[in-house]
C-alpha cells in the first residue's frame, strides 16, 4: 500500500498523512480500518514477560554502584 524510505518521525505530519491517505479531520473510514488491519494487523504490543525475582536480585547486586557499597562495608567491618 505505502512505499517509504525513512523513519515516520523523520517526515512532515502533512507528508505522513498524504503516504496513508488519511486526513486529520476524517481520519479512515471503518471499512478501512478494517482492510488495514487484515494487511498490517492490530497496533498491539505483546505483553513483556515477567522477570524473575532471582534475576532482579541478582541485577541490583552486580550493580557497579552496590559492589562499590558492598566493598566498603566489608572493609569498614574489616577496620573495626
Known amino acids: ?3 517509504f524510505i525513512g523513519h515516520y518521525f523523520d517526515f ?3 507528508r505522513v498523512f ?3 491517505q488519511v486526513t486529520i479531520d476524517k481520519g479512515l473510514s471503518a ?3 478494517v482492510a488495514r488491519r487484515e494487511l498490517y494487523g492490530s497496533n498491539i504490543l505483546p505483553p513483556a514477560k515477567p522477570r524473575p525475582l532471582w534475576r532482579i536480585v541478582w541485577d541490583q ?3 557497579f554502584i552496590v559492589m ?3 566493598l566498603a562495608a566489608i572493609v569498614s567491618f574489616a577496620i573495626g
Open 1 to 3: 500500500m505505502v512505499a
Open 12 to 14: 512532515d505530519p502533512d
Open 18 to 20: 498524504r503516504m496513508w
Open 31 to 33: 471499512d478501512e480500518v
Open 61 to 63: 547486586f552486580t550493580d
Open 68 to 70: 562499590v557499597l558492598i
